[in-house]
């Protein structure tokens, strides 16, 4: 990065508690400090209930910080969700079924009133990168459940936001289509430039993509370990096989270790993910403020 250049993500001192309506409080992130650089692919992972979605949510201005600042690009987070910084992709796709998978990707097109010819242009241009280009007019349920994550990844990338934040977003998918998947947000990432943020329960996972990943502690949420991750690129079926792949990912699991995480890193992520529902109600959030994918 140059000296003067404005990270895509500055985490200032920022505290998250939640109260419930009996006044119970928790404390699900406590001074969290974190810059992003433009170009970056940094994965967030610690075990379930550690703050990993709260904090992504805290940069896509879907929740506000208890305590500390969140600037995208040099500006506060929500004048960053009204000028479309964001894409974002949950674990459930959260797909409409009754729209073919083109008029899926041309919706949030359709909110922000972009006219007709550049919403075609654009979803096709999208479903070109996912390679799902031979797919336009087929419709969600006729879909493998990797196929429709490529979907809500086409669709959250239809605004050319600068920052793409994805909530464990192969958690549900079987491991073979998970390396494949993998595979293809490298090749979207390298394409396109933009900037990541990964939620993970996958070590694998997190060191086959992240240029770093951020090692959190159980609640309350903290920032333990960063790790650089030194692989070349582009990553393959070979990397999994390096002998540095698998001194990286080993640093991965201690330092989770030391956080106090290894009893509860569950390879599912069902635990600590959000369920469709709270995914489709984010979603609806984004969307009624003009925010969606
Ligand atoms: P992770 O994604 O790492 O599994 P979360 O960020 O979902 O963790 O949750 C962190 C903590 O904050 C958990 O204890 C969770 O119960 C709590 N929490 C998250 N969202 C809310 C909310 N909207 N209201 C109350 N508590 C919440
Ligand atoms: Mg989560």
């Keep these: 990065m140059e000296p003067t250049e404005i990270p895509v993500v500055r985490i200032a001192a920022v505290d998250k508690t939640f109260t419930s309506e009996r006044s119970r409080v928790t404390t699900a992130l406590q001074g969290i400090d974190l810059e992003i650089r433009r170009g970056e692919f ?41 000028d479309r910084d964001y894409g974002i992709v949950f674990q459930a796709p ?9 008029d899926n990707v041309k919706l949030p097109l ?14 096709r241009e999208m479903l070109d990168l996912v390679e799902l280009g031979d797919f336009l007019h087929h419709h969600p349920y006729q879909l493998s459940g990797g196929m429709q994550q490529r979907v809500a990844i086409a ?6 936001p600068s920052i793409l934040l994805m909530d464990e977003p192969f958690g549900a998918l ?10 293809e947000v490298q090749r979207i990432w390298e394409r396109t430039g933009i900037t990541v943020v990964f939620v993970t329960h996958s070590i694998p996972e997190a060191v086959f993509l992240s240029s770093r990943v951020v090692v959190m502690s159980a609640r309350p949420g903290r920032i333990t370990d960063v790790i ?3 692989l070349p690129r582009p990553r393959d079926v070979e990397t999994r096989e390096q002998r ?10 201690e330092a989770l270790r030391r956080g106090g995480a290894d009893a509860a890193l569950d ?19 984004a969307a009624a403020e003009g925010g969606i994918g």
Excluded at 271 to 279: E, K, L, N, Y
């Design 244 to 253: 540095r792949y698998f001194e990286l990912v080993t640093a991965v699991r």
């Design 267 to 285: 390879p599912v992520g069902s635990a600590g993910g959000p369920t469709p529902v709270a995914a489709v109600g984010s979603i609806d959030r």
């Design 174 to 183: 079987d491991e073979m289509t998970r390396e494949r998947m993998n595979q």
């Design 94 to 102: 959260v797909l409409f079924d009754w729209r073919s998978v083109e």
């Design 110 to 123: 359709e909110l922000m009133g972009f006219d007709a010819g550049r919403r075609t242009a654009r979803a």
């Design 228 to 230: 650089e991750i030194d």
């Design 42 to 82: 940094v994965s967030l992972i610690g075990p379930s209930g550690c703050g990993k979605s709260t904090l992504l949510r805290l940069i896509g201005d879907l929740v506000a910080p208890t305590a500390g600042r969140v600037t995208i690009n040099g500006k506060p987070a929500d004048r960053a969700r009204r």
């Design 155 to 160: 669709r959250a990338l239809a605004f050319e």
